[in-house]
């Protein structure tokens, strides 16, 4: 005789369980689990919106409280995706609307959000507490608007890095008096400037607030107004940090950072002058997070800023920092775990700052924490990828970005596999991978054969034939995400290894040589993987099916084919290929 | 397997305004003086890149073709997309080289460093394209980078029966009698304006979209 827990103690055991991973195992064990685990589980994630449609999931999760959503290919950040491409958050909210009245948090990222979907969230959830919309397009401030006036418990409003048509600062306005919940606000990326006096009164009667990441406009001397009424801080973003220089602004801004204690992150930074950056120097030993990514301060400067937070834990910065400032972070801050230098002038053709693989190499020296990379520079050697893949076996995110396309090592001119193939045998718990420079099939074989762990991998301008793709796809257990564009790689890997990509959320191949044809074949095939051509040269079939398609986006879903493709994407499945053959 | 070899014809699509010293002193701006001439030179040599036989050679190309274009872009010639630098972290060395200048700041589009994508479109083209208008420092450099854009949009031969894409014959025939493109843009009143008449920089701070529209339609705007 079987005895079983009463649901409700088996509903309490699972509420301890937060990851998706753990609740979809969970859910596995028998019918009666399923249906247990399925009335409870609060929290969803979509990777890709694509994969499945609102009312399968509302089917399934009845009670959800949080949704958070990933809509187009990563290579759109980069201009690779067309504008129109899709994922479109409308029917996902009009769905939820009506099915979830008790949601609480929405997350997005790279998807399309209207000021229509923002009015019927801020009118459908009574409880509504989290927006965060990271890369989004589509609305405007308008739209933002509507938010902050309805939203009577809003706690975060987050719109890292979104495309906002801004039409004024006006929508700040719209929180009404009675608001006190806010706890995140990151307007950094709108362009206009708010009413300041509105900005003051909503900072002032918030004392939860943690999070306030202003825009660039928000003057320089204002700033110390907004620290004041919110000592509280944990992370701040600040707007424009120049400005004529006056020792009275300088020793109110000074005093403002002084009292802010809890700080731990600071952000923002806009066109940051040497003069201003001592008034922070209070703050400097307690942050763990520093984005000075805006901040075109030169290598000394930088250097002396650094050098007072040795406990930053998280450091983005321009290549201004040059390799001598990467010095004296490696000799400052040993507990550094995440590094990002970006350049400052991507498309120049000569280099603007003495900014080399040696910096890199130092911090991997320095620091033995670091485990998260992405580097842009103009020369990079096989010598210094070994050293560093020997400094840093811990290393779990590495994404090196050499400007020229193909450069090989600076010193012996050959490709950079025997680089990047030390640095996958060393780190053995490497996720993420982007490849640059002069690459032969021969670093492919080396991804396959040892990066056990990796889950995302980005291959631009490499490899020399199918084989390439092959090691990839055969060997990498745990890929999740693959984008390749600009290389030789066809059918014949893409054909072979079809049931790999039904394990993986997506893949994308552009400018590469897979053929119309071959896509035919695994859209038929394939009938649990949408198989999209993207082609801006009208319909694939009005060429020879050998032609290779500009660009193709697979990924396995459980929602059939898009029903809201715009023209120059095709799906390739059975009827198509009935149609057209 | 046949290799589909992606061949473009010699076609030049050429953008000529009106502009005559005359019709800029009406409008009472400051007067250009010379005619803006934005020509999309699709020939095949700009376009470059086989598809179907990409190696380190054929990058070459990409790269001498640049090189040898009349008009040498200020910036090193550029792959779409690379190196994959978002958007708004695009601009950051052009804003410090302009120094403090507030009306920098104020433009502030999206993101922070100032870039300034508007929407283009070509009448007689599927689909839209963004370009970042910071990108470029003079109306030449522009009218480069939109027929980089749109060469596609030009007659392709695939195999030796030369079929031809998805250009109908209408629109062939409008290519082949050289027929004007003529390039507008549409303002922060909302008005459709030819550009060209202004200097550069008021362009890009008042250009909210392009459109590139074929000559016959743009008779209203002369």
């Known amino acids: 005789m079987a005895y079983s827990f009463p649901e409700e103690v088996l509903e309490h055991v699972f509420s301890f369980l937060c990851s998706d991973k753990d609740r979809n195992a969970v859910s596995l064990v028998c019918k009666s689990w399923y249906e247990i685990e399925r009335w409870c589980r609060r929290r969803i994630f979509i990777g890709n919106c694509y994969s499945v449609t609102p009312d399968i999931v ?14 187009k290919p990563h290579f759109a950040d980069f201009n690779l995706v067309p504008e129109g491409w899709g994922a479109y958050v409308y029917p996902w909210i009009s769905a939820m609307s009506v099915a979830y009245p008790w949601l609480e948090e929405i997350k997005l990222k790279r998807m399309v959000v209207t000021d229509e979907c923002l009015e019927l969230i801020s009118k459908s959830f009574k409880s509504f507490k989290v927006l965060v919309l990271s890369s989004c397009e589509g609305f405007t401030t308008d739209g933002l608007a509507s938010i902050a006036a309805n939203c009577r418990n809003l706690r975060e409003l987050d719109l890292k890095e979104s495309e906002v048509e801004d039409l004024s ?41 943690k999070t306030l990441r202003l825009n660039r406009a928000v003057p320089l001397e204002k700033l110390p107004n907004l620290l004041s009424r919110a000592p509280q801080l944990v992370e701040l973003g600040t707007g424009t940090y120049s400005s004529e220089f006056r020792v009275d602004i300088f020793s109110n801004l000074s005093e403002a950072f002084s009292v802010c204690k809890q700080l731990k992150g600071l952000s923002g930074l806009w066109d940051a002058i040497p003069a201003y950056l001592p008034a922070m120097y209070s703050v400097c030993p307690g942050l763990t997070s520093l984005n ?63 900014l080399t693989e040696q910096g890199l190499v130092t911090v991997s020296e320095g620091c033995p924490k670091l485990q998260s990379v992405l580097y842009f520079c103009r020369q990079m050697s096989n010598a210094a990828l070994v050293t560093i893949a020997k400094n840093r076996p811990n290393m779990i995110r590495f994404r090196l970005c050499i400007i020229e396309p193909q450069a090989p090592d600076y010193v012996t001119l050959e490709p950079l596999d025997t680089g990047f193939g030390a640095i996958v045998k060393s780190c053995k718990e490497l996720r993420r991978l982007s490849l640059s420079g002069l690459l032969t099939d021969q670093v492919f074989e080396y991804i396959g054969t040892h990066a056990k762990k990796l889950e995302m991998l980005s291959i631009a301008f490499a490899g020399d034939s199918d084989l390439g793709l092959h090691h990839v796809l055969s060997g990498c257990e745990s890929l999740r995400k693959l984008e390749i564009r600009d290389c030789p790689f066809g059918d014949k890997a893409l054909l072979a290894n079809a049931a790999k990509l039904e394990t993986m959320r997506s893949l994308w191949m552009s400018s590469c040589s897979v053929s119309y044809g071959a896509c035919k074949l695994l859209g038929q095939k394939m009938p649990r993987l949408n198989v999209e051509v993207i082609d801006e040269r009208g319909p694939p079939e009005s060429r020879p099916e050998s032609c290779p398609v500009e660009k193709l986006y697979i990924y396995r879903t459980v929602a059939g084919r898009r029903i809201d493709m715009p023209d120059f994407i095709w799906t390739m499945d059975e009827d198509s290929a009935l149609q057209h053959s | 397997m046949v290799d589909c070899k992606l061949d473009f014809e010699e076609t030049e699509l050429r953008l000529g305004l009106p502009g005559e010293k005359s019709i800029n002193a009406n409008y009472g701006k400051r007067g250009y003086s010379e005619t803006v001439d934005l020509k999309l030179n699709l020939s095949s040599k700009e376009i470059g890149l086989d598809k179907t036989d990409l190696n380190e050679n054929n990058l070459d190309k990409v790269k001498n073709c640049s090189n040898d274009s009349v008009k040498p872009p200020a910036a090193k010639a550029q792959v779409v997309g690379w190196p994959p630098v978002r958007s708004f972290r695009k601009n950051i060395m052009a804003v410090q080289k302009s120094g403090s200048n507030s009306e920098e700041v104020e433009k502030g589009t999206v993101g922070s460093a100032g870039a300034s994508f508007v929407k283009v479109s070509v009448d007689g083209a599927p689909y839209l394209r963004k370009v970042d208008l910071k990108m470029y420092k003079t109306y030449h450099e522009l009218s480069d980078a939109l027929g980089k854009m749109f060469s596609s949009f030009t007659m392709s031969k695939c195999d030796s029966q030369g079929i031809l894409d998805f250009m109908n014959e209408s ?35 008042s250009c909210k979209r392009l459109r590139i529209m074929k000559g016959t339609e743009a008779i209203g705007l002369g």
């Open chain 1, 58 to 71: 509302i089917r399934r999760f009845p009670k959800v409280r949080a949704m958070e959503m990933k809509g």
């Open chain 1, 169 to 209: 600062g006006h929508w700040l306005s719209h929180f009404p008096d009675h608001c006190t919940s806010l706890v995140s606000l990151n307007m950094s990326c709108l362009g206009s400037e708010v009413s300041f006096s509105a900005l003051e009164r909503l900072v002032g009667r918030c004392p939860n607030l």
């Open chain 1, 292 to 354: 000075l990514s805006y901040a075109t301060i030169q290598s000394p400067d930088l250097s002396k800023l650094v050098s007072q937070c040795p406990n930053l834990q998280r450091l983005w910065v321009l290549d201004y920092i040059e390799d001598s400032g990467l010095e004296a972070l490696a000799t400052s801050c040993k507990d550094l775990q995440e590094l990002r230098v970006f350049p400052s002038d991507p498309f120049g053709a000569e280099p603007n700052v003495s």
């Open chain 2, 171 to 205: 629109k062939l025939m409008d290519l082949l009698n050289g027929s004007d493109y003529v390039p507008t843009y549409e303002d922060k009143d909302g008005d459709w304006m030819l550009v060209g008449d202004v200097p550069w920089e008021m362009f890009v701070e």
